[in-house]
């Protein structure tokens, strides 16, 4: 396939496209490369794929694993306080004993480890992901990457949207069993439930569909807090004071979404 040529900038700059710098160039490319050179003086190559491969893996990292450690703690904590909270409420001789873990279970499977973990995460992420494009924007550094012939918006955004939609079902399932795990430890370590009671109710009627149900809730929930964020983050303008206006936008919006997808996902899901 002959290589294409695209005018970037009046006569100053040009794009080669279909072309594949790994392997030799043949005659005839090399020839149509040497006279757009002497046209345009300044050429690009752009590899947008290859420059997506590179940060998708930095992005899984900075999004998803350095996310665990406040993961961890919230869901630890919610699901110990929700099992106390549970047993104290439901002091009845007509409740089984077991019925403090089946409460915790499905609380957590329905809504806390979906959408109260990615309201939270929303604050983080969204955040993040804002402020880290707001200040590149606000510096200029994206009109450097486009005068560079790079796609800034494949190099900065799409792999932060897809890293986070990757690993958001991964810290769903590990909320989960952290969350369980912690009401679990009110068992242990207090006489407010026994173990035994507790393992039974987290066992007794489960439903795998709930699982099903969250996953589906944290892939849309995810596209939503990197996109919104990504979003306010590009288009940022004015000084530093913006930067801040658009990680606030990012959040508050993207928290607005998240749950008015929640409601239109469970009516759409468990009606």
Same mark, same amino acid.
């Given at each position: ?15 080669? #496209?279909?072309? +594949?710098?790994?392997? !030799? ?6 020839? &149509? ?8 003086? /300044?050429?690009?190559? !752009? ?9 998708? !893996?930095?992005?899984l990292?900075?999004l ?15 699901g ?10 439901t ?9 403090? =873990?089946?409460?915790?279970? +499905? ?30 924007r ?5 009109? *450097?990457?486009?005068?560079? #012939?790079?796609?800034? *918006?494949?190099?900065?955004?799409l ?11 991964? $810290? /769903? ?8 795990? =912690?009401g ?12 035994? +009671?507790? @393992? ?10 709930? /699982? ?6 944290? @892939?849309?929930? *995810?596209? $939503? ?7 306010? =983050?590009?288009?940022?303008? =004015?000084?530093?004071? +913006?930067?801040?206006? &658009?990680?606030?936008?990012? /959040?508050?919006?993207?928290?607005? $979404? ?7 996902i469970?009516?759409?899901m468990?009606?």
């Amino acid at each position: 396939m002959a290589i294409s040529i695209f005018r970037v900038t009046g006569n100053f700059m040009a794009e080669i #496209g279909d072309v +594949d710098l790994s392997k !030799p160039l043949s005659e005839v490319d090399r020839e &149509a490369i040497k006279a757009a050179f002497l046209r345009y003086s /300044v050429l690009v190559f !752009p590899d947008r794929w290859r420059m997506f491969f590179r940060q998708f !893996p930095k992005e899984l990292e900075k999004l998803g694993l350095q996310s665990l450690p406040i993961v961890v703690i919230i869901s630890v904590f919610i699901g110990a306080i929700m099992t106390i909270q549970t047993k104290l409420n439901t002091e009845n001789p007509m409740l089984p004993a077991y019925s403090t =873990g089946l409460v915790t279970r +499905d609380t957590l499977l329905l809504e806390f480890s979906s959408t109260i973990l990615c309201l939270i995460l929303a604050g983080k992420i969204g955040s993040n992901i804002a402020s880290e494009i707001g200040t590149m924007r606000i510096t200029e550094q994206i009109d *450097a990457l486009e005068i560079m #012939g790079v796609n800034s *918006a494949n190099y900065l955004i799409l792999p932060k949207i897809v890293a986070f939609v990757v690993m958001m079902p991964f $810290l /769903v399932i590990f909320s989960m069993a952290v969350g369980l795990f =912690g009401g679990y430890c009110v068992g242990m370590f207090t006489d407010i439930i026994t173990t035994a +009671d507790y @393992l039974l109710g987290i066992q007794y009627a489960f439903i795998p569909y709930y /699982v099903f149900y969250s996953l589906v809730k944290s @892939l849309v929930f *995810a596209f $939503l807090i990197s996109s919104v964020a990504a979003y306010y =983050g590009y288009y940022a303008n =004015g000084g530093a004071l +913006d930067v801040g206006k &658009a990680s606030t936008n990012a /959040v508050v919006n993207g928290s607005i $979404l998240i749950l008015f997808f929640n409601l239109l996902i469970t009516n759409i899901m468990l009606n």
